[in-house]
């Protein structure tokens, strides 16, 4: 039996350039599974879509490896954070309450 073939969007944004592509896969394909099928994989060489976090429409997906996608899905691949986002919040309130110190 033939599965239904359906479209989805797969998008990654490098630092430099952004790409979106519609690709029409089986339904009922894991989320990681369609990623590779996307061919982003080709253009950006740096990218290890086998431990890179996956998302769907915003929301993180535990495990891209079974949880199959849906017609309409936007499924995006996320970068590596350079920072920890608590730790440069944590430096940023040091650095004012420095700066408030010095100001009394």
């Not at 479209?7 to 009922?28: C, K, P």
């Not at 290890?48 to 691949?77: M, Y």
């Not at 440069?88 to 309450?97: D, E, N, P, T």
Request: hydrophobic share 45%; glycine share 6%.
């Amino acid at each position: 039996m033939v599965k239904p073939v359906i479209e989805i969007e797969v998008v990654y944004a490098a630092v430099d350039r952004q790409v979106l592509r519609t690709i029409s896969v089986a339904e009922g394909v894991s989320v990681r599974a369609a990623v590779h099928a996307s061919g982003i994989a080709a253009e950006f060489p740096e990218l290890n879509l086998a431990e890179c976090p996956l998302g769907i429409f915003g929301k993180v997906v535990a495990d891209g490896d079974s949880r199959p996608v849906q017609a309409g899905d936007r499924i995006e691949i996320y970068r590596p954070l350079q920072a920890d986002p608590k730790e440069v919040r944590r430096l940023r309130a040091a650095k004012a309450a420095e700066a408030k110190a010095r100001n009394i």
